[in-house]
């Protein structure tokens, strides 16, 4: 029955009740009418039925909603996106069905949440695994006990931290693994055995070959605490295999001593070492035994070590330059004791003057080297002021001047090198140690600036002027030098500069000229010819110059027979037009040319003769006074 079909009965109903009460005569003083009472309950029975429909719609909403957030739970902890707003139909589907269509999306969801779950699951059982073996190393904190997040980005964290914590155990085995071979090799090598349980285990390590037997021991040392062990077990081995290496080696070092002192053979010696090579305690007993040995022998030949270690503290006194103050200042080296004693301060003497060579090996050879070649130079200076060396009979060396120039070359160059650097190399030593470095008890610095200062004194000598004064009268006569020579010349002095010319000569004349070389047709015109001839007119005209100065009128007819009758013959005047320039005013009197017995000019190999002045570069500044300007 409709809504509308019931409201007419119900009107119907209510009509017939009021007629009826109405007939009866129902008294009206009642203050609800009897279909006021019906209407009343009718409506607290719709209001009741309401009120179950209402919880039951609140019932099945809350737990669609419930539902809905379930499923968004697993959603979220799988890592699936959700909208951020679901959209509202028009019309919403009836709550029934919403719950039925949530229940089985739940049922979905779930089964895909369990399934990472368990994948889940095993990563965390994995990372629990290494946090027993590498204590902290593994990040426990990753591991959720409800609501585990089963989402790609945290099975790939986890993931992640597994792979880390992989590495970080095969690196730790690996490591265990050499660490227990290096412990068994040091065993071996000192001749030690397993005396604890828990070093029979690191030995049961090293035996077993597969990895899977392995796991139980790794897991076992693998961890912060059999890790310290095990270094600390490689920590001693190492530091005893250290004490007896450096017992070996001091005892290997004074045995070497011993045995140079004693003479012993080295077939000897070479049976000793190869019999004692390794570092168990028998060996070390064995070197022990034989330095007891040889110490023995050394305390009754003490007096002959004695004497070889002075003699081996001279060479290193010879090395370090030492004077004889130096030496003296050392008494053990001097003392007539032959005892122990004495021999251990030579022993240690000799370590000190050792260490001292090596660290002053650079200034050393520096040295060496400069002394050394001042030797040379002093040699070479003696050989060389000998002049016989050369001329001396059967002793002929062609080569010997190409050495010694080659050797002063030599000297120049390297010599200033070496002693800039050895300079050098003093002050910084005098800077860092605060001390001179002294060579046969002088400070050698103060040495190269005397040597230096003497040097540059030489130097300045040599480098003042020494020109020679030339004699003024001086001629040399001799042929000219355009042929080949039968007579040796007179020696020719070409000193220059010359303080003052040559006297001058009277002048010559082209005709002359032309008349000399007619003469002597088998002489060339050469460039010595012209400045020979240019020379000569130039002394001739300055020569007539002066004379027509000098000697009154009637001394000209003279003048002219000093050209000769060449001049007179061709109708020529005899030049007395004075030169451009009269350097040589106070030069002697110049001598008239030489005339044969026929009374005719000689010819030009009788007449002239060479002068050394074509061959001066000009006068000094010096000679040159207010007459030679023009």
């Known amino acids: 029955m409709s809504l509308k079909d019931f409201l007419p009965q119900l009107n119907l109903r209510i009509d017939k009740l009021t007629r009826l009460h109405h007939e009866m005569g129902t008294p009206d003083h009642h203050n609800n009418p009897p279909s006021q009472v019906l209407l009343t309950a009718i409506l607290k029975f719709v209001d009741d039925y309401l009120a179950s429909a209402s919880a039951q719609h609140t019932r099945l909403r809350e737990e669609a909603n419930e539902l809905q957030r379930s499923i968004h739970s697993y959603k979220h902890l799988m890592g699936e996106a959700l909208a951020e707003t679901e959209k509202t139909p028009a019309t919403p589907p009836p709550l029934y069905a919403t719950v039925q269509e949530r229940l089985q999306e739940l049922s979905i969801v779930k089964k895909h949440y369990e399934k990472r779950l368990v994948v889940v699951t095993e990563l965390y059982d994995q990372i629990k695994g290494y946090s027993g073996s590498l204590d902290d190393y593994a990040n426990m904190g990753m591991i959720m006990h409800e609501n585990i997040n089963v989402s790609l980005s945290a099975v790939t964290a986890l993931e992640e931290e597994i792979r880390r914590c992989e590495s970080e155990y095969t ?73 007896r290496e450096f017992r070996q080696q001091e005892i290997t070092q004074r045995l070497y001593q011993m045995w140079d002192r004693l003479h012993i053979e080295q077939e000897t010696r070479h049976q000793f070492l190869t019999n004692s090579q390794g570092l168990t ?27 070889s270690t002075r003699q081996e503290l001279a060479c290193l006194w010879d090395q370090l330059y030492f004077s004889e103050g130096e030496q003296r200042q050392f008494g053990p080296a001097f003392s007539d004791e032959y005892n122990e004693a004495t021999l251990m301060a030579l022993e240690d003497e000799i370590a000190r003057l050792q260490l001292l060579v090596e660290n002053r090996k650079h200034i050393l050879e520096k040295v060496e080297q400069h002394i050394n070649m001042l030797q040379e130079m002093k040699d070479f200076e003696n050989t060389t002021n000998d002049p016989s060396r050369l001329f001396g009979k059967g002793q002929r060396d062609p080569g010997r001047l190409l050495r010694e120039e080659k050797f002063r070359k030599r000297v120049q160059r390297e010599l200033p090198k070496l002693e800039r650097e050895l300079r050098g190399a003093l002050i910084e030593f005098e800077t860092t140690t605060k001390k001179e470095f002294l060579v046969y008890g002088e400070p050698y610095l103060k040495t190269l600036e005397q040597r230096h200062a003497v040097t540059d004194d030489a130097k300045q000598e040599d480098s003042e002027p020494k020109t020679p004064k030339r004699a003024l009268d001086e001629l040399c006569q001799r042929q000219p030098l355009t042929g080949p020579r039968v007579n040796s010349p007179l020696r020719t002095i070409f000193n220059t500069p010359q303080p003052k010319r040559a006297p001058p000569m009277a002048p010559l004349h082209r005709p002359l000229r032309r008349q000399l070389s007619h003469q002597n047709n088998s002489i060339e015109e050469s460039p010595l010819h012209h400045a020979r001839e240019r020379n000569i007119k130039e002394q001739q005209e300055q020569r007539l110059v002066k004379r027509k100065r000098r000697s009154p009128p009637s001394d000209l007819p003279k003048i002219h027979l000093l050209v000769g009758s060449s001049s007179t013959d061709h109708g020529m005047e005899p030049a007395h037009k004075p030169h451009k320039r009269a350097r040589h005013e106070n030069s002697p009197t110049p001598r008239p040319l030489p005339t044969t017995a026929a009374g005719s000019m000689p010819t030009s190999d009788e007449f002239f003769s060479l002068h050394t002045g074509i061959f001066d570069d000009g006068p000094e500044l010096s000679d040159m006074s207010d007459h030679d300007s023009p």
């Open 171 to 243: 690196r730790r085995t690996h490591l265990v693994d050499h660490t227990v071979n290096t412990i068994f090799s040091l065993w071996t090598m000192l001749g030690i055995s397993p005396q604890t349980e828990q070093e029979c285990k690191l030995q049961q390590l090293h035996q077993f070959t597969h990895a899977k037997d392995k796991i139980p021991l790794y897991n076992q040392w693998i961890n912060t605490k059999g890790m310290q062990f095990i270094h600390q077990i490689q920590y001693q081995l190492e530091q005893v295999k250290q004490e």
């Open 281 to 307: 305690m028998k060996d070390m007993d064995m070197y022990e035994e034989e330095l007891r040995r040889l110490t023995r022998l050394k305390e009754e030949r003490v007096g002959d070590f004695i004497i």
